[in-house]
């Protein structure tokens, strides 16, 4: 069953593409959205500023985090995500350019469900993300969510 | 050899002091001896002389006055009253005689007086064959002498004198006067010379035997004494040795020999006993010598040991205390100027310790800032190459999706270029891990030990040889190759020199490669030779450039950073590198580390 809401959060634009057109294929069914630095991404999940009346149903059921984001960086919107009641379960999958071992860690210690590391060369690029979205994506059951839709 | 400073004063003092006054006294001492010797013969001789004298003038005297009686007075012709009265008058003028007879021409006793008719009637016994020794008077008609000897009970010397009176008509002995002499005045003379220094005077006969000397007992016991033959030492009967000296006297038709004696010993005494003065004398000197000699070598030693010392104490590190050396102006200035250098030598030693702490203190600086600068090239380092490599993705990506998504809207020209922008991303981060890989391979210190050269070549070459089987080279390492060096970067320099062999002899049929090492002036030069392509000598500058390539890149592949590697590689380890080259027939690149 596919998920129906992906929230990607990068503010690399040609990174954001090329993610996109990764995904393309194997979340088709799937509502993307994008948020480019850390504040929009708290704003759009708490339903607050810019994104105030946001319906529930948008709620994303999967989270592309990159770490290396401006205001506020991934771990702390992490750390956010985990502190809230509503978001506490969402899968966050770490999608980040840095293998640093603390990095690691830190995503883990705070919840995270997984972490890939950006690969430099476009074609592991490719079907990393590729699998990454069908797994997460597809064969994945996403935690029920708290409302009902 | 002596090298003690006291002993050489002690021996120098002491031979100054007491050797001159050894030998002088020494000298004077043995001169005494035979001056001594010399005086002590001539007093004798002189006593000797003296008594033989005075003895014969006693005998002359009383010759004399028998010659009166018989000559002027004419006894032989008196009648016996006349005769007996002047044989009287004769005995009375002088003490000297104790008997007088008037024998006749036998022996036979005509008239006698004597002293002890005077008085106790004694008379004096004749001597032994005394009618034979008349006889011999009367037939030779001279005065003579009996021997001299001791009478017991008179306990006096006595000697007979015979005169014969010629008949003065027939020319014949008639009669003899036989006196009898008393010689105790010429005894007492005798015993009076005799004093406290233990001179011995005998009156001997020729034979030796003792007439006359101080202690009667000696002329009673018959002593006979060996005469000595000349003046001078002897040993004596007594088994002394003594100075000796004789007189001769004649009496007659005899003769009375005066010995004289005295001890060697005595004479010598005062000798001795000079000697035995300057010997005390040599001997206090001595000991003044060896106490002077001590106090002042211990005066001059005491501060050159201090000075030892305390130069000891310099030389373990520690800081003497300041010296005060007495004993000359020379030896205070020596311990001042030591002070002073003592002094200088602390305030140097402060500012050594102080520069070093402060050398200390600026490396701990230095060392804190590289170790930080080198965390910050790492990070540096890994953040670039992965910011860097960021963009090359994008570019791969969209490079992609343009060849998908507008693959019917793209011309062969299109997508030609499209596919130069790919490679060209995918270059570039080849070259970004590239100079990273040396970054990092360069940064870090260098550890030495010892490598083994040959072994690594061997696996280069085996690493090789699998990558491609099917190529056919020939490739000679020499062996116990060793080096004192960093084996983390050993490896990548023979990988790169062997690698880059191997690669450009590819288009060689039989490709060479030779790994060895030369001894050029002493040291190690290591060598990688092969018959390839070899490069233009003209270009040399450009061998170990960064991304400087010789070839095209159809030609031979790699990057250019190879060389640049090993070199960096070989400036780390303090070594030289460089290369020979001939275009189309190999190439040869040294290096020493």
């Not at chain 2, 002359?60 to 006349?82: F, L, M, T």
């Not at chain 2, 080279?473 to 060793?482: C, L, R, T």
Request: hydrophobic share 40%; charged share 25%.
């Amino acid at each position: 069953m596919a998920v129906k809401n992906i929230l990607l959060v990068e503010d690399n634009s040609d990174d954001e593409l090329l993610t996109l057109r990764a995904l393309k294929a194997s979340c088709k069914s799937s509502e993307i959205k994008v948020a480019r630095d850390g504040a929009e991404a708290l704003d759009y999940l708490f339903r607050s500023g810019q994104y105030g009346d946001r319906p529930e149903t948008t709620d994303p059921e999967l989270i592309l985090l990159d770490l290396k984001l401006p205001k506020i960086n991934g771990v702390d919107i992490l750390k956010r995500l985990r502190d809230n009641e509503r978001t506490k379960t969402v899968p966050v999958v770490v999608l980040t350019a840095s293998a640093e071992h603390r990095d690691v860690n830190d995503c883990y210690q705070l919840g995270a469900n997984s972490y890939v590391c950006k690969p430099i060369n476009f074609k592991d690029f490719l079907s990393s993300v590729e699998n990454l979205g069908h797994y997460w994506g597809t064969v994945n059951h996403p935690p029920l969510a708290a409302h009902p839709a | 050899m002596i090298n003690s400073i006291k002993a050489r004063f002690l021996l120098v003092f002491i031979l100054i002091s007491t050797v001159p006054i050894v030998l002088v006294s020494f000298g004077i001492g043995i001169k005494m001896f035979s001056v001594i010797e010399k005086d002590g013969q001539k007093r004798l001789h002189a006593i000797s002389g003296q008594i033989g004298t005075e003895i014969e003038s006693f005998f002359e005297k009383v010759e004399h006055d028998v010659r009166v009686v018989d000559s002027v007075v004419g006894i032989g012709e008196a009648p016996i009253e006349r005769q007996r009265e002047l044989l009287g008058s004769l005995m009375l003028s002088d003490n000297v005689y104790q008997e007088i007879t008037l024998q006749d021409n036998t022996g036979n006793p005509l008239v006698r007086v004597s002293r002890a008719q005077m008085s106790t009637g004694y008379e004096v016994p004749d001597i032994k064959d005394e009618k034979l020794f008349t006889q011999e008077i009367v037939s030779s008609g001279k005065v003579a002498y009996g021997f001299p000897r001791f009478d017991k009970k008179l306990r006096e010397p006595l000697i007979s004198l015979y005169y014969p009176i010629l008949n003065p008509a027939t020319g014949k002995v008639e009669s003899v006067l036989d006196v009898t002499i008393r010689f105790k005045t010429i005894w007492n003379a005798i015993a009076r010379m005799h004093d406290q220094t233990g001179m011995e005077i005998f009156v001997t006969d020729l034979s030796g035997l003792v007439a006359a000397h101080r202690n009667p007992t000696v002329v009673l016991s018959g002593q006979r004494l060996n005469l000595p033959e000349a003046d001078g030492r002897r040993i004596n009967e007594a088994g002394e040795e003594v100075l000796a000296s004789t007189q001769t006297i004649a009496l007659g038709n005899t003769k009375l020999v005066v010995l004289v004696e005295s001890p060697l010993r005595v004479a010598l005494a005062t000798a001795w006993s000079s000697v035995v003065i300057n010997s005390v004398i040599g001997g206090v000197t001595l000991l003044a010598a060896v106490f002077i000699s001590l106090f002042l070598s211990q005066k001059f030693i005491a501060p050159l040991s201090s000075l030892a010392k305390a130069s000891k104490e310099l030389g373990e590190g520690k800081f003497p205390a300041p010296l005060v050396l007495t004993g000359g102006k020379e030896l205070t200035q020596l311990g001042v100027e030591f002070n002073e250098s003592v002094e200088r030598l602390k305030t140097l030693r402060e500012a050594l310790e102080k520069s070093n702490q402060d050398l200390e203190r600026r490396v701990h600086v230095r060392t804190q800032r590289l170790a930080l600068a080198n965390k910050e090239l790492e990070s540096f380092a890994y953040s670039v190459s992965h910011d860097l490599r960021a963009p090359l993705r994008a570019m791969d990506g969209f490079g992609q999706a343009l060849d998908e998504d507008y693959a019917d809207q793209l011309d062969d020209t299109a997508r030609d270029y499209i596919s130069r922008i790919r490679n060209a991303g995918l270059r570039m981060g080849t070259m970004i891990d590239a100079l990273l890989s040396l970054s990092r391979l360069t940064r870090d210190e260098v550890h030495r030990s010892n490598v083994d050269i040959t072994a690594l070549a061997q696996e280069t070459v085996e690493t090789l040889r699998s990558g491609q089987p099917e190529r056919d080279v020939k490739v000679q390492i020499a062996s116990d190759m060793s080096v004192n060096g960093d084996r983390k970067l050993l490896i990548p320099l023979i990988d790169n020199l062997v690698g880059n062999a191997w690669k450009y002899t590819s288009m060689r049929e039989n490709a060479e490669i030779e790994i060895g090492v030369e001894e050029e002036n002493g040291e190690k030069v290591f060598f990688v030779r092969d018959n390839g392509v070899g490069f233009n000598m003209e270009y040399y500058s450009q061998l170990f450039g960064v991304f400087n390539r010789l070839h095209r890149n159809d030609e031979f592949g790699g990057q250019g950073i190879g060389l640049a590697t090993a070199q960096r590689i070989i400036i780390k380890h303090g070594g030289r590198i460089w290369a020979e080259g001939k275009e189309g027939e190999g190439a040869v690149f040294y290096f020493n580390i």
